[in-house]
């Protein structure tokens, strides 16, 4: 079980707030002390000097030369609006038009043969499999759960993996959903989620976040995704800071109090927003190629995770995915050393529109990956929802 109230105390006493959430730094105030009264007329005598009397001063000529005491800022002349970053394209407007038609997930052939199948099938048994993961992935929820994805290298699909399960979720649900991006600045989520051009990032909403705010001004700094929910990027793209842990534990804390679900694409382990993002999360998803290195690397993480004081091993559920067509490692025997640990695995099967690269269209997914991808997303929240 996370232990929430250690980590987010921290922040509080961090930030010195008394709502957790970060504002834009003051800085302090230059007081200027006022000038000394002119000394009394001698002509009124001691009752003019006990009564602040005195004579006009003789006038001095003008003079270009700037007064030479500071003004008194005020603290509202001093919180100064912040500036809004600039739209930036996910992808290179020629690349965009180099994309060719995505594939489906599914050849020709198997998309007719498994109408074929259904056609002479019962579909009972499918449906009530189907109403059983639904009910799962529609649980209600008391404060938002937040589910974090990472894996021990990139390249295997992890940020396909979030933007999959934020999708998921989002098509499930009826409450808001959110997919957060916290990787090295030059994650693929955006991308995968099929937005057009990022904003506003973790890093900026981190200094605006209020506890005022309701969800439609908050919605305000995030990317609409085309089949609902909402997207925040790590950065614009840039090459530069990576996302810190203070940033990442104020973000997450503060939306918390909008979104459902929190599908976190963490960078991958042991970076130390990892490694916090794992500690803290209600449910963790591990993503692991199906080759022999990456299964063994895998394990040592599952090992790991197991040492940690709140058991995270029992709310953590690991997609093996397949990256290519020709697997030489046993994907049987991969899943059943992973599955020694005491997780669940759920495998992704090869899927030709999710190797094309580019925006993911759920309609163009193999039925094997959907079916899977319920079903990872179902396992996650279930573990999510049983963290109190």
Request: hydrophobic content about 40%; overall charge neutral; proline content about 10%.
């Amino acid at each position: 079980m996370a232990q929430e109230g250690d980590w987010q105390l921290d922040v509080l006493r961090e930030l010195g707030q008394p709502d957790g959430l970060a504002r834009p730094a003051e800085p302090p105030l230059r007081l200027v002390h006022p000038a000394p009264a002119p000394p009394a007329d001698p002509r009124l005598g001691l009752a003019g000097a006990a009564s602040g009397q005195h004579l006009d001063p003789p006038a001095r000529p003008p003079s270009s030369a700037p007064d030479p005491r500071p003004a008194v800022r005020t603290p509202r002349d001093l919180r100064l609006p912040m500036p809004t970053p600039e739209s930036v394209p996910t992808l290179d407007p020629r690349l965009s038009h180099a994309l060719g038609s995505p594939q489906h997930g599914d050849s020709m052939a198997r998309r007719t043969g498994r109408s074929i199948r259904k056609l002479t099938a019962s579909a009972a048994q499918d449906v009530a499999e189907q109403t059983r993961i639904a009910r799962e992935l529609q649980q209600p929820v008391t404060t938002g759960r937040v589910i974090a994805v990472t894996s021990i290298r990139g390249g295997v699909g992890k940020s396909t993996v979030s933007a999959l399960l934020g999708r998921t979720f989002n098509h499930y649900r009826h409450d808001p959903v959110l997919t957060l991006e916290a990787d090295a600045a030059l994650g693929t989520l955006p991308v995968r989620m099929g937005a057009e051009s990022v904003r506003w990032s973790c890093a900026d909403l981190a200094q605006i976040l209020t506890p005022a705010m309701q969800l439609t001004d908050v919605t305000g700094y995030l990317v609409p995704v085309t089949d609902g929910g909402w997207l925040l990027p790590a950065s614009q793209g840039h090459v530069g800071a990576p996302l810190d842990i203070r940033t990442y534990r104020t973000v997450t804390l503060a939306l918390r109090r909008y979104f459902a679900v929190t599908v976190v694409d963490c960078e991958c382990l042991p970076g130390e927003v990892a490694r916090t993002a794992m500690d803290t999360a209600h449910a963790r998803v591990v993503v692991a190629p199906t080759t022999a290195e990456g299964v063994n690397g895998t394990r040592l993480v599952l090992d790991w995770l197991a040492q940690l004081p709140h058991s995270a091993l029992a709310s953590t559920v690991v997609a093996l995915t397949a990256n290519s067509p020709d697997l030489i490692l046993d994907g049987k025997a991969a899943a059943a050393h992973l599955r020694e640990t005491g997780v669940t695995v759920v495998p992704l099967p090869y899927d030709r529109h999710l190797a094309g690269g580019g925006p993911i269209r759920t309609e163009m997914l193999g039925e094997d990956t959907r079916d899977a991808t319920v079903r990872l997303a179902a396992e996650a929240m279930q573990r999510a929802v049983r963290v109190r």
